[in-house]
Structures are given as C-alpha cells and as structure tokens.
C-alpha cells in the first residue's frame, strides 16, 4: 500500500494505533486490517495518534465510523489525537468533532480513558 | 488523463493542490479542494468503473475570473445523482453504513458539485469561487 504506515503500541490499558502518510481509498485496507486486529484482540480503548498524519480521506473516514459502534457497544471507545490542521479541518467539514473526542495529544487521549469521564462525547 | 487505478490517487491529490494554489487560494483552501477532487476521482474508479483497472479517468481544470472549475470525467456507467444517498452523521455509525461520505465531502468544500450525462461520460463538475465566504466547518 503506499505511503501509509501504522504501528501500534500498548500503554496503560490503552491501544495506540499511528497511521503515518495518508489514508485514502488505494491504502485504507491497511488500517481497516489493523484496526480490525486490535478489535478481535478485544482491545476496545483506542487512541489513534494523527501527529503524522498528513490528510485523510472519506474512505480513512468510513473506516473509523465502521468500527466505533462495536467498540462502544463493548463499552470502549475511539479518540483521536494529535490532529493537525487539515486533518480537523475535514473532521470538522462533516461534523465528525461532534462524534468523537478529540485531544491536542497523545497523553491527554490517554488520560482519558483512566479518568471517569465516560466513553464518549 | 490517469488511468482508473488508486495508486494514482495522490498524483491527482497533489497535481489540484498545486492548481488551487496557482489559481490563487491558500489557507487550507488547496488542500480542501484537492480532498473533493480526490473523492470525485475515487468515486469514478469505484464506482463509474465499479474498480476496473484498464480504463481512463480524465481532469480538466479551468480558471475563469472568480472561480477554479475541475472536471472529473469518466466512461463508465452512468451515475445517477439523485440515487446518492444523503448522510445524517449521527446515524450513519448506528446503521453500519458504508459509502456515500466522499459525495458528502465534496458538496461541503466546493461551492457547488453538479453531475451530467454527456456523450456516454460522466462529468462530476467541482467549482470553487475564490471570493471569501462563510466558514465551511
């Protein structure tokens, strides 16, 4: 797939997942296949780390939307991080800041999840 | 003219980025306009050509006064716009549904989005007025 990584790490109880290029319609299998193994490996608190992501596309979009409600039906949740100006200029296009939580960072994501502030926005 | 392949998907992000930007936008504006044109591009390989990989998709880009015009034009079949879904957000999780946000997109960013039938070709019409306007988000 071209100029899409994403590796993933594990911290506190927390799955991070770091698409690194761009996720569009030719690479997005990439990260639909990775974000579908963490969820069979029942790890439903994701934080998906955007700090090197330089757009994403309707299909990047999709992807996320496609697996938020089995993770919170799992009681888990999505959040994403480290949007730079593109990236939450087409979050905020279609009104998707509206459905997810999103956090200027990685830590702040994290923490997140280990305070009681509930699953979702 | 780009074959119907994604792999050259970030050629086309890349080549209407650098159009907007000669034809006088910035501020994020390049980058958005490239993204619809990305989705019109994506939704002709996909869609029009339901993913076959031998077949032609065409730009055309056109500056006139206070507008930049793009084409996506393909030949494959016939898209009916009216059979496009709309999008409620708040639902489309809930309901697991795939497909239909590109359109979305597209018809956020650009001041107008329009689809013909011409001589057997699909044209996806994107128009972006270079005067300031309200705020897309």
């Known amino acids: 797939m071209g100029e899409l990584t994403v590796e993933t790490r594990h911290l506190e109880g927390v799955t991070l997942l770091y698409p690194?290029?761009?996720?569009n319609a030719h690479n997005v299998r990439l990260f639909e296949s990775e974000l579908q193994r963490v969820l069979e490996q029942g790890q439903f608190k994701l934080v998906v780390n955007?700090?090197?992501l330089a757009y994403i596309a309707s299909a990047g979009l999709g992807a996320i939307m496609g697996a938020i409600e089995e993770i919170r039906d799992h009681g888990g949740d999505l959040r994403l991080a480290?949007?730079?100006a593109t990236v939450l200029n087409i979050f905020e296009i279609l009104g998707m800041h509206r459905l997810y939580r999103?956090?200027?960072s990685e830590a702040e994501a994290i923490q997140s999840f280990?305070?009681?502030?509930?699953?979702a926005a | 003219m780009l074959p119907s392949q994604t792999c050259f998907l970030s050629l086309v992000r890349d080549l209407t980025k650098r159009m907007a930007e000669l034809a006088g936008f910035d501020e994020g504006t390049p980058d958005r306009i490239a993204l619809a044109v990305d989705e019109a591009t994506t939704n002709a390989i996909e869609h029009a050509y339901h993913g076959a990989a031998d077949r032609a998709v065409e730009l055309r880009?056109?500056?006139q006064?206070?507008?930049?015009?793009v084409e996506v034009v393909d030949s494959?079949?016939?898209i009916d716009p009216r059979a496009m879904p709309r999008v409620d957000l708040e639902r489309y999780a809930s309901e697991r549904r795939r497909g239909g946000l590109g359109v979305h997109l597209m018809g956020r960013i650009m001041d107008s989005v329009t689809f013909r039938r011409s001589a057997r070709r699909n044209v996806c019409c994107l128009v972006k007025q270079k005067r300031p306007g309200p705020p897309e988000a």
């Open chain 1, 102 to 104: 999103i956090f200027a």
């Open chain 1, 114 to 119: 280990l305070s009681l502030e509930g699953p």
């Open chain 1, 20 to 23: 690194r290029g761009f996720i």
């Open chain 2, 65 to 69: 006064g206070q507008e930049l015009r």
């Open chain 1, 50 to 52: 955007c700090a090197d």
């Open chain 2, 61 to 63: 880009f056109d500056e």
């Open chain 1, 82 to 84: 480290g949007l730079n």
């Open chain 2, 76 to 78: 494959g079949q016939g």
